[in-house]
């Protein structure tokens, strides 16, 4: 009995400890993505994004002219044309159709590429930013309130201003 008696004070004592331990933990939150909007970088690397993205549709557009351009003089002239030339045009028109739909396919892959290029560097500043504060302010947690992962938040810390002054962000 004597035994019982002291595994359960034991057991007692653990789980309050445990509990006052949990209880020490300071959880904060942040709007990742207003952060990200307040960079002064992300306009910077928006601008660039949309001149890239502007190179890649005026070489689509041109490269859509020619399709264009190719498939009206096939009609116009189909009538009088010979079955060779016919098979050689239809060919011509279906390989740009091809060229057309891989550029399409690598100006898609490319613009990802430099979004990534212009984005990863913006998007570790900021992670190192919120990883410093959260240390400095003893946090054991940060939830991103921007990804919709938290439904309720009446509490925690907001560090957003912490986070904006780590920066240099007014």
């Known amino acids: 009995m004597k035994n019982l008696f002291k595994v359960t004070a034991i057991s007692a004592c653990l789980l309050l400890s445990i509990t006052a331990v949990n209880a020490q933990q300071k959880i904060a939150h942040i709007n990742s993505a207003e952060l990200i909007k307040l960079m002064p970088e992300i306009a910077v690397a928006d601008k660039q994004l949309e001149v890239y993205k502007g190179t890649l549709d005026t070489d689509g557009k041109t490269m859509y002219t020619e399709y264009q351009t190719k498939v009206a003089d ?49 998007l570790k500043k900021a992670e190192e930013a919120v990883k410093a504060v959260a240390k400095e302010k003893g946090l054991a947690y940060v939830i991103d309130i921007s990804q919709q992962s938290v439904i309720y938040s009446d509490g925690g810390v907001n560090i957003l201003g912490d986070v904006k002054a780590k920066l240099g962000i007014k």
Request: charged residues 45%; hydrophobic residues 30%; glycine residues 2%.
């Open 74 to 122: 096939f009609q116009a002239k189909e009538k009088t044309m010979s079955e060779a030339l016919k098979d050689a045009k239809v060919k011509e028109i279906q390989d740009l159709e091809k060229r057309i739909q891989e550029f399409q396919q690598k100006a898609s892959q490319d613009f990802e590429k430099k979004r990534g290029e212009l984005y990863d560097p913006i």
